[in-house]
């Protein structure tokens, strides 16, 4: 059986994966992350092969697959990290609330072929429209500290669920790993993520 690694210590990445019927482990990488551009498909294929390539090893067996993603929230152009704080969360969910914003996620495919590393990347991007919400409700949501370790300030699975009015695009990308994306981008590479012989 072929062994996969997710590169990530993301809880959503690996619930998506687990549900898709993948068999993995986990080993985030520790190399540091480094956006060198401000075109959002570029930064995420970017940083999502910066942490493919840290969780690479030299013992790994014919075969071996990788799999590295990030995620990015865009709105008007500017990419929206994780919040520094409570009150900068407020602030990015006051921005976008009742409008349209962007979510990308770039993912690194890395299969080791006798002893070489080949790598597939791409970028998947989702449209996500909020209904209008006001002050109070933002500031309820920012309490119980769910936005604070996510990309835009909200989890879409989460409580701030209930306020997407509509999305354009596949919505396991806005959670964090476009699923059907992945295993299409696989399959065309002649990798099989599940069900394997």
Not at 148 to 154: F, L, P
Request: with cysteine; hydrophobic share 35%; aromatic share 8%.
């Amino acid at each position: 059986m072929r062994k996969i690694i997710l590169a990530s210590a993301s809880p959503r990445r690996r619930e998506l994966l687990a549900a898709a019927g993948v068999s993995f482990k986990v080993c985030p990488g520790n190399g540091e992350e480094h956006i060198t551009g401000t075109d959002p498909e570029e930064a995420v294929k970017e940083l999502s092969s910066q942490k493919a390539f840290s969780a690479v090893f030299p013992e790994a067996e014919n075969g071996t697959v990788i799999l590295g993603a990030d995620t990015v929230v865009v709105f008007e152009g500017k990419i929206l990290g994780k919040p520094k704080d409570e009150e900068d969360a407020v602030q990015t969910l006051k921005m976008l609330q009742g409008n349209t914003h962007q979510v990308y996620t770039g993912v690194t495919i890395l299969e080791n072929i006798c002893g070489k590393w080949q790598k597939t990347s791409f970028t998947e991007k989702t449209d996500v429209t909020f209904y209008p919400v006001s002050e109070k409700e933002i500031r309820d949501y920012v309490k119980t500290k769910e936005p604070m370790d996510k990309a835009g300030s909200y989890g879409i699975q989460g409580l701030f669920g209930i306020y997407v009015k509509s999305i354009s695009g596949e919505y396991s990308n806005v959670v964090g790993l476009p699923v059907g994306r992945l295993f299409y981008e696989a399959k065309k590479s002649g990798i099989e993520l599940r069900w394997q012989e």
